[in-house]
T-cell receptor, first 120, second 111 residues
Framework: GAVVSQHPSRVICKSGTSVKIECRSL??????MFWYRQFPKQSLMLMAT?????????EQGVEKDKFLINHASLTLSTLTVTSAHPEDSSFYIC????????????????FGPGTRLTVL | DAKTTQPPSMDCAEGRAANLPCNHS???????VYWYRQIHSQGPQYIIH???NNETNEMASLIITEDRKSSTLILPHATLRDTAVYYC????????????FGSGTKLNVKP
């Protein structure tokens, strides 16, 4: 159980184009999903928190107009990198949090396999 | 947010126990300690979590000191497939359960 998928696993695009990455919880409902970015040899950096049916909240320094997040259902969140540039090339990882008891702090995050974005 | 400190790397012989330490001296009373690992170019994998008592599952054991300022993840019989970066994370209580990853420990399991 608790499987999270991401699509695509790898994408190469030209500078200036937009890229959409999907994150799905396959066997559970996720009230909250998170998006991370990871540069080579670095740790994961939290970008934004996405709650179903509401606007995403972004971490300081993350451009919300560049990284559009939509969480339309309890099993799907999408991240769109708009007008991508080479510096946006990175490994993007999502996670989904099980919908545990309201206010529970023990809810575990389950991570997707990641999407490698290369912008030429 | 409580910060964590981990050694950058550790070696372990295959078949031996791997003991990975983590310091979290500013942890608050209701914050949990989570451990994840990341094998190269994959998403992090959940291992175990705990509050104050020691915990064990099929993957590992988690030992939390009585003052909760540090913890140790124990892989009882390390295999080559356990080579990964291991992250110790203190879960923020009042901030939508966000995870902030530190730099982790690269565990190298050697034959």
């Amino acid at each position: 159980g608790a499987v999270v998928s991401q699509h695509p696993s790898r994408v190469i695009c030209k500078s200036g184009t937009s890229v959409k990455i999907e994150c799905r919880s396959l066997d559970f409902q996720a009230t909250t999903m998170f998006w991370y970015r990871q540069f080579p040899k670095q740790s994961l950096m939290l970008m934004a928190t996405s709650n179903e049916g509401s606007k995403a909240t972004y971490e300081q320094g993350v451009e919300k107009d560049k990284f559009l997040i939509n969480h339309a259902s309890l099993t799907l969140s999408t991240l769109t990198v708009t007008s991508a540039h080479p510096e946006d090339s990175s490994f993007y990882i999502c996670s989904a949090q099980t919908a545990g008891t309201s206010g529970s702090i023990t809810d575990t995050q389950y991570f997707g396999p990641g999407t490698r974005l290369t912008v030429l | 947010d409580a910060k964590t400190t981990q050694p950058p790397s550790m070696d372990c012989a295959e078949g031996r126990a791997a003991n990975l330490p983590c310091n979290h001296s500013t942890i608050s009373g209701n914050e949990y300690v989570y451990w994840y690992r990341q094998i190269h170019s994959q998403g992090p994998q959940y291992i175990i979590h705990g509050l104050k008592n020691n915990e064990t599952n099929e993957m590992a054991s988690l030992i939390i000191t009585e003052d909760r300022k540090s913890s140790t993840l124990i892989l009882p019989h390390a295999t080559l497939r356990d080579t990964a970066v291991y992250y110790c994370i203190v879960k923020t209580l009042y901030n939508f359960n966000k995870f902030y990853f530190g730099s982790g420990t690269k565990l190298n399991v050697k034959p």
